[in-house]
């Protein structure tokens, strides 16, 4: 096999086919930390749930918008590698977290609109 050919050895650590960097860990480390914040809430919060689990979905929705706008990014360099298959996986996770994030974000803002009111 030429050397041009040789595939380089990836730097960094990686988890699979991720590569772990200081973003991911705190994207993962906030989704799982609001994600037990509303089970936590939903469960054994009895008085002010409302405006509590309005700040957990906040955060669940930030870190969904994220990694709708992380796949966006990585779909675009896939598609411009010519790695079609990456980039068509690539615009559904980025497509369901968007959706995501409007949800955890609207409800938010109707969490609220109704404890103000």
């Known amino acids: ?4 050919l040789a ?6 650590l990686y988890l699979g ?9 705190l994207v993962a480390i906030a989704l799982l930390g609001s994600a ?12 002010e749930q409302i405006p509590l689990l ?3 979905f906040g955060v ?3 870190c969904f918008a994220v990694i709708a706008i992380g796949s966006l990014v990585e779909m675009w360099r896939a598609a411009s590698r010519a790695r079609a298959g990456r980039a068509l996986g690539l615009a559904i996770v980025g497509g369901v977290a968007g959706l995501l994030a409007i949800g955890c974000l ?3 803002a ?8």
């Open 1 to 4: 096999m030429p050397a041009t």
């Open 60 to 62: 669940m929705g930030a």
């Open 36 to 47: 037990a914040f509303v089970l936590f809430v939903t469960f054994k919060v009895e008085d």
């Open 54 to 56: 309005g700040a957990g």
């Open 17 to 25: 086919p991720l590569k772990v960097t200081p973003a991911v860990v």
């Open 106 to 108: 609207t409800f938010t």
């Open 7 to 12: 595939a380089t050895p990836r730097r960094g």
């Open 110 to 117: 109707l969490a609220t609109m109704v404890w103000k009111s």
